[in-house]
């Protein structure tokens, strides 16, 4: 059981690249996140599903887009990498309770650095 | 949106000694307050949580009290250990819709042996 799986771990784009994050989850978890961590902040939220098919965008959600084709993964693209993207990206996931929220349980995390 | 605001940025205490971190939240409506641990170059690891229906809840040294009315929780570390160093950070989410967390932007907790 490897819990939630991200890849890559590192990468290096120059400005206008594209590429996509990987996120999959072997919980069989209905909700899964997309938050990135930026010096001295905490985590704050890109994109989000409830469920598989569907997304939402989050608090940040500008210059990234997102994908649920299947229940286990979660993709983040971002189509023209800007220096501002900079940052760790953290991809999360948990439970469904119809009366209350369960714990996220958290990947460990890209590395992404934009020159 | 949900507002959460988390004190000290930084605190450091002496080994043996208990550290206290506090948040307070914006939204009414949330009602599920976690805690994460996060030590350099790792993911976050949730360490305990609070629904609103309970005012406090512990876990051997770790304990998180609750004050709805005032909108704060706050985590509380007695006997703290080297490796209790770290950054902590507090959350809040409500229990319907998206669920997804709205973090404090973390405290740097150093315990000098």
């Known amino acids: 059981n490897a819990g939630v799986t991200q890849t890559p771990k590192f990468r290096v784009l120059k400005t206008g690249q594209s590429m996509t994050l990987l996120c999959a989850q072997d919980m069989n978890h209905e909700y899964m996140y997309w938050y990135r961590q930026d010096p001295g902040m905490g985590l704050r939220l890109i994109h989000y599903?409830?469920?598989?098919?569907?997304?939402a965008k989050g608090e940040v959600p500008d210059g990234y887009n997102v994908s649920r084709l299947k229940k286990q993964n979660f993709l983040l693209g971002l189509e023209s990498a800007a220096p501002s993207q900079t940052s760790v990206y953290f991809c999360?996931?948990?439970?469904?309770?119809?009366?209350?929220?369960?714990?996220?349980?958290f990947g460990d995390g890209t590395r992404l650095s934009i020159l | 949106g949900e507002n959460v605001e988390q004190h000290p940025s930084t605190l450091s205490v002496q080994e043996g000694d208990s550290a206290v971190i506090k948040c307070t939240y914006s939204d009414s409506a949330s009602n599920y307050f976690p805690w994460y641990k996060q030590e350099l170059g790792k993911r976050p690891q949730l360490i305990i949580d609070?629904?609103?229906?309970?005012g406090e809840k512990k876990d051997q040294r770790i304990a998180v009290t609750l004050n709805k009315t005032a909108k704060h929780f706050s985590l509380h570390i007695t006997e703290t250990q080297p490796e209790d160093s770290a950054v902590y950070f507090c959350a809040a989410s409500r229990g319907t819709g998206r669920r997804a967390l709205t973090f404090g932007s973390g405290t740097r907790l150093q315990v000098q042996p």
């Open positions: 599903s409830v469920g598989e098919g569907t997304t």
């Open positions: 999360a996931s948990s439970d469904r309770d119809n009366n209350s929220n369960q714990p996220q349980h």
């Open positions: 609070i629904r609103s229906n309970v």
